[in-house]
């Protein structure tokens, strides 16, 4: 720049200046749009500006009105309705620069969200049981929400639980920690707003009582003290410290001492029991608070012999065999199954045969004797030295002779159509070998009382059922049972029935399934009837029939000897009375 005087002098050039020219400024707030927020939360507006020189200067505006600090920043607490938020920047140039307003943002509000109260369906639980949590319907702030639940264990801090619902079920097993649950649920709306309901609490107590458990039982003895454990369980088989009760006691066999427990310490009771009754199989349970145990099965072994029992012995008579079971017993009456001695037997009105008992099998032993004195009150003693048992008082009465002159002779049931009716022969066959055991069967006749059937061959008393003895008339009885065996074998069998079960003056006759037995036969003395029998093993009707003689089926040798000894009988009575006649005086 030169410079020239009114004198036309011009001066030299002066030095440079420089001249910084910049551009207007202006401004633009973020976030930018429409928004929309609850009343009362607060809007972070950032201002982002260009141009201008120097310092910059901020001005915020709500609607026209001046708002806000001089700052980049601006935190709009919303208001109610709908309202505008504006910024101007001004710039410190030597002629400040104000810039235009920045883009404006509407923001309308909604009314602020308000936290909601939530409850439990169940404020005390059982381990096991659950709570459902639930939330009052949440209206306020800017909707749709989303929730989140939180849970707080005892003694412990708020964790994340749950989903995103109004409720929330709290489920308990038997590991959840017992005590006071807390629980809150948070709510957050579109706006972004977050609120927090108060607190809901349930406490969760141990699960209750709900079964007994038994420690493992051994082989034990009747009558001696062993020990036992009985714990207090809940549903999760977890141990009831706090059980302190008492139980009842009791055992599947025999009885059990004590019948009660002592109490309970940290859910346990440890005590000696004595059982009476020995078996197999047995086991204990407990009682208490209508709650109960039961104990693994076991064993307990009789004690020692203590005495011997004898089953009931009906009337008999003198001379015939019948039999007698004799069971050894401990003081507890439990059959001491190891037991296999031969003990005496006497009887009180005579003797009695055989005089020792065939050896005890499982403790119990079955023997076939003969009495021969009568005696209205006799009585059978079994001994083993100091060890015996006494019978029932029983009748034995003598044998009564059949009158000759009987002539009454029934007919006979009449054989199926169809069969065949073979002879019947007076002797047994197969003949019994030496190895072969005989046993015997029980028939209860239509009074009710019993008659010994002994039985010698492979056919055995276990293969036989439903033994009874039945009188269609006064003449002719039936002995009818089922016989079962395995398919494919044969069976024999030589049956001793006692005559005074039988109708006098009647012989037996086996049907098989209905049909007349192919064969058969028998024998017979002054006691008894001794038939035998054949038949393939499977399973049969059998009936012995006791009836009148028939000559067109059935050869009588038996019968024929007592038919021929009778008139010789008659023949020796009348040659004594002819002698007699001879010896009188003519004048008698």
Not at 5 to 20: E, K, M, N, R, V
Request: charged letters at 5%.
């Amino acid at each position: 720049m030169t410079v020239t005087d009114s004198l036309g002098t011009t001066s030299a050039q002066s030095t440079a200046a420089s001249i910084t020219v910049s551009a207007s400024p202006t401004v633009t707030i973020s976030p930018a749009g429409t928004l929309t927020k609850n009343v009362g939360q607060t809007q972070i507006f950032n201002a982002t500006r260009s141009g201008g020189s120097g310092t910059i200067h901020y001005q915020w505006y709500v609607d026209s009105e001046k708002d806000g600090t001089d700052s980049e920043t601006y935190s709009y607490i919303v208001l109610g309705n709908s309202h505008s938020v504006t910024c101007k920047v001004t710039d410190s140039a030597s002629v400040p620069v104000t810039s235009p307003a920045s883009n404006a943002v509407i923001i309308s509000s909604n009314p602020a969200l308000v936290a909601p109260t939530i409850s439990a369906s169940a404020g005390t639980v059982n381990q096991g049981q659950s709570s459902l949590l639930n939330s009052t319907t949440v209206s306020t702030g800017t909707s749709p929400y989303s929730y989140q639940w939180y849970q707080r264990v005892p003694g412990g801090n708020y964790a994340v639980v749950g989903s995103n619902s109004e409720s929330f079920n709290f489920i308990t097993t038997g590991a959840t920690a017992t005590g006071i649950w807390n629980f809150i649920l948070q709510v957050t709306d579109t706006a972004g707003a977050a609120v927090n309901s108060s607190a809901a609490s349930v406490a969760v107590n141990v699960a209750p009582l709900d079964h007994f458990i038994f420690s493992s039982v051994g082989v034990q003895t009747a009558g001696k003290p062993f020990n036992i454990t009985i714990t207090a369980k809940n549903a999760f088989n977890s141990t009831l410290t706090n059980y302190s009760g008492t139980n009842i006691l009791n055992v599947s066999t025999g009885t059990i001492s004590p019948a009660t427990t002592g109490n309970f310490t940290n859910g346990s009771w440890t005590g000696s029991v004595t059982v009476t009754g020995a078996s197999s199989g047995i086991w204990l349970i407990t009682f208490s608070s209508g709650m109960s145990g039961t104990s693994d099965t076991f064993t307990i072994n009789p004690s020692a012999l203590d005495h011997f029992t004898i089953s009931d012995i009906g009337d008999q008579t003198a001379g015939s065999a019948f039999n007698i079971t004799v069971t050894a017993k401990d003081i507890y009456n439990n059959t001491v199954t190891n037991y296999s001695g031969t003990p005496s037997l006497t009887y009180s009105a005579g003797t009695i045969n055989p005089p020792t008992m065939a050896p005890f099998v499982n403790g119990i032993g079955t023997t076939q004797v003969t009495v021969t004195v009568a005696n209205s009150n006799a009585q059978i003693t079994a001994a083993d030295n100091a060890i015996n048992g006494v019978s029932n008082s029983f009748t034995v009465s003598l044998a009564s002779t059949p009158s000759p002159g009987q002539t009454t002779s029934p007919t006979i049931k009449p054989a199926p159509t169809g069969t065949s009716n073979p002879s019947i022969t007076p002797s047994p066959t197969p003949s019994p070998t030496s190895n072969q055991l005989k046993t015997n069967v029980f028939a209860t006749t239509e009074s009710g009382s019993q008659v010994y059937i002994s039985m010698v061959g492979n056919i055995t008393n276990s293969q036989i059922s439903g033994v009874a003895i039945t009188t269609n008339n006064s003449a002719t009885t039936t002995i009818s049972f089922v016989l079962t065996g395995e398919n494919g074998n044969s069976g024999y069998c030589n049956m001793t029935i006692p005559k005074n079960a039988i109708p006098f003056g009647t012989i037996p006759v086996l049907f098989v399934d209905g049909l007349r037995g192919t064969n058969q036969g028998y024998t017979q003395d002054a006691n008894s009837f001794y038939v035998w029998f054949t038949t393939d093993f499977s399973t049969h009707e059998m009936k012995i029939q006791f009836a009148g003689p028939q000559i067109q089926s059935i050869t009588f040798g038996p019968v024929l000897a007592v038919g021929i000894a009778i008139p010789e009988i008659v023949l020796i009575y009348a040659v004594i009375a002819v002698r007699r006649l001879k010896r009188k005086p003519e004048n008698a």
